[in-house]
C-alpha cells in the first residue's frame, strides 16, 4: 500500500493487528520506519462500511475471481 501526500509518497505495509486499550493496533512499516497506527472502533467500523458497498465488493469479486484464474491456470 502507498500513500501519496504533500510530505511524499510513503509505502505501508502491515504486519499485525490487534486490540490494545480499547482500540485496534495496526503494526507494520511506513518507508523504513517502524509504525503503528491506532484505529477508534467507530474508525474500524466506518472502514468496513466503506469496504461493504456494492461498488468496493464487486471490485473484491472480481479481484479474488481473477486470482483464482491464475493461479488454476498455472502449469503444474
Given at each position: ?13 502491515f ?25 477508534t ?6 472502514l ?29
Amino acid at each position: 500500500m502507498r500513500v501519496e501526500s504533500q510530505a511524499g509518497r510513503f509505502i505501508l505495509s502491515f504486519d499485525k493487528m490487534e486490540p490494545g486499550d480499547g482500540e485496534i493496533v495496526i503494526s507494520g512499516k511506513m518507508g523504513v520506519w517502524d509504525a503503528r497506527t491506532h484505529m477508534t472502533l467507530a474508525e474500524f467500523l466506518r472502514l468496513l462500511g466503506m469496504t461493504l458497498r456494492p461498488r468496493m465488493l464487486g471490485f473484491l469479486a472480481l479481484a479474488l475471481l481473477g486470482l483464482s484464474r491464475r493461479k488454476s491456470s498455472k502449469p503444474g
